[in-house]
């Protein structure tokens, strides 16, 4: 599977985002999907996951309410929905896939896009 993300740049506290993550690959729905991010000097943190087959989602505690996954598997996507940003929301953001359900951790997600930049700005 490979993934691209997209969607990222600059907007002002407040405002809302949309990322998108295209993947490529016949076996796009039998993986989990998750989003990630990573701020400088910081460990890549989950943010939520959706499932490839109910669609259930699970996210960071910190996460919910604001953020919200998606996915389409006819279109091969998986979308994260980010509203009300703030500054401390500015990181590198990723999408990635895994053979686990539920997954949660770096290492169980075997593929990654390239991620995409969200700034913040106050």
């Known amino acids: 599977v490979q993934l691209q993300a997209s969607g990222g740049g600059l907007v002002q506290a407040g405002d809302s985002l949309r990322l998108s993550c295209a993947a490529s690959?016949?076996?796009?729905?039998?993986?989990?999907m998750g989003w990630f991010r990573q701020a400088p000097g910081e460990a890549r943190e989950f943010i939520a996951g959706?499932?490839?087959?109910?669609?259930?989602?699970y996210y960071t505690d910190s996460m919910k309410g604001r953020f919200t996954i998606s996915r389409d598997n006819a279109k091969n996507t998986v979308c994260l929905q980010m509203n009300s940003l703030k500054p401390e929301d500015t990181a590198v953001y990723y999408c990635?896939?895994?053979?686990?359900?539920?997954?949660?951790?770096?290492?169980?997600?075997?593929?990654w896009g390239q991620g995409t930049q969200v700034t913040v700005s106050s």
């Open positions: 959706i499932s490839w087959s109910d669609y259930s989602t």
């Open positions: 990635a896939a895994s053979s686990f359900s539920y997954a949660r951790l770096n290492n169980h997600y075997s593929y």
């Open positions: 690959g016949r076996t796009f729905s039998s993986y989990t």
